[in-house]
């Protein structure tokens, strides 16, 4: 026997079945662990509409409630309507940020007549309307306590600022437009929020949130590179 040769040829089969194994083993370990929807590194952008919008909601209740002449005023609102970011400093821990909008407007018309010295009348029409649109932004903080391919839960906490304009438009000779910062509520706004996506993809998904300050629940669609 050429002992050279049975040697060499050991050595292949050898060869052979380590490489088989280590791809056996990696297709083992990717089929356990499968890739995660979300790691370090990663950035996630999530545009998304919020319901209720409390002060219309308030306000339409309260209006309800004290007064039976619904023609005449109407409440009406808009969003909250926002977009959120996030980039991921360790496989859990995310910082980022959210802005959002959301306004109420009122509106209603004043009619009657007005008598002069001759005794004589002048009727009048004239319209208001009044609206308080809100700005707020957050710098936003998560955590990502249960991440898998496809499913991603988190909780997390926010503080920032919050604008609230209140504006008067009218035709009313004796009323003046304006345009001010409302000092009716608070210039400080802060966040909890617990939320949720799932990846229909690698880098595309739907979210969906609920919290206290700013919307308490909002849908959204979620991408990520």
Do not use: C
């Amino acid at each position: 026997l050429n002992l050279p040769s049975i040697a060499m040829t050991k050595t292949a089969y050898l060869l052979i079945a380590a490489i088989s194994l280590t791809i056996n083993y990696s297709t083992f370990a990717q089929t356990e662990n499968p890739p995660k929807s979300i790691h370090k590194g990663s950035v996630t952008i999530t545009p998304f509409i919020g319901f209720p919008n409390l002060l219309t909601a308030a306000l339409q209740n309260t209006y309800e409630l004290t007064n039976q002449k619904k023609e005449q005023l109407s409440i009406t609102g808009v969003g909250p309507l926002g977009i959120r970011a996030e980039f991921f400093i360790t496989d859990h821990i995310a910082v980022g940020g959210e802005i959002s909008y959301a306004s109420t407007t009122i509106q209603w018309k004043e009619k009657g007549t007005i008598k002069l010295n001759d005794s004589s009348s002048v009727p009048y029409d004239y319209s208001f309307k009044l609206k308080a649109p809100r700005i707020r932004t957050l710098v936003k903080f998560n955590y990502h306590f249960a991440t898998t391919q496809h499913r991603d839960w988190y909780a997390g906490l926010g503080v920032g600022y919050n604008n609230t304009r209140i504006k008067l438009d009218t035709d009313a000779p004796y009323i003046r437009d304006y345009d001010i910062l409302s000092l009716y509520f608070l210039p400080l706004s802060a966040r909890l929020n617990l939320g949720f996506s799932y990846y229909f993809t690698k880098n595309f998904g739907v979210n969906a949130e609920v919290g206290l300050g700013g919307p308490l629940a909002s849908v959204g669609l979620i991408t990520t590179f």
